[in-house]
């Protein structure tokens, strides 16, 4: 069974940067298209950022385009989202979601379309 565990959040100051990382245990990733979803108080979750399984297709949700990298590291069962230029609005609890796939290139930012989720890291901009 897949278990992920994500770290690296923390609090920081608007224009600094944080790494995500988000391990998982049970099953190789190799199998797996990988994203990052982040939920702020009252609001709904949304999609960050996705990865294929070979790393191949990446997109973004527009909010984090130029700011917020996404890879992955398949030898060591990691994905992590690389985020800089942070601002207030980044502010959120970010998750890590997987989910067993076919295709290669397959990659989307929907929550519906994700079957294992870890419990999330929290993220905080503020001066």
């Known amino acids: 069974q897949l278990r992920l565990v994500e770290s690296g959040g923390g609090v920081v100051q608007p224009g600094g940067s944080l790494r995500l990382s988000c391990v998982a245990s049970?099953?190789?990733?190799?199998?797996?298209?990988l994203a990052w979803f982040r939920q702020a108080p009252g609001e709904e979750r949304e999609g960050v950022s996705c990865?294929?399984?070979?790393?191949?297709?990446?997109d973004f949700v527009d909010s984090v385009k130029g700011r917020f990298t996404i890879s992955r590291d398949n030898a060591r069962n990691t994905l992590y989202l690389q985020m800089d230029n942070l601002n207030p609005e980044d502010t959120a609890l970010y998750y890590c979601?997987?989910?067993?796939?076919?295709?290669?290139?397959?990659?989307?930012?929907?929550?519906?379309?994700?079957?294992?989720w870890g419990q999330g890291t929290q993220v905080i901009v503020s001066s």
């Open positions: 979601a997987a989910r067993a796939i076919f295709p290669q290139a397959w990659c989307r930012r929907s929550s519906d379309d994700y079957t294992d």
């Open positions: 049970g099953v190789a990733l190799d199998y797996y298209a």
């Open positions: 990865i294929s399984k070979n790393g191949g297709t990446t």
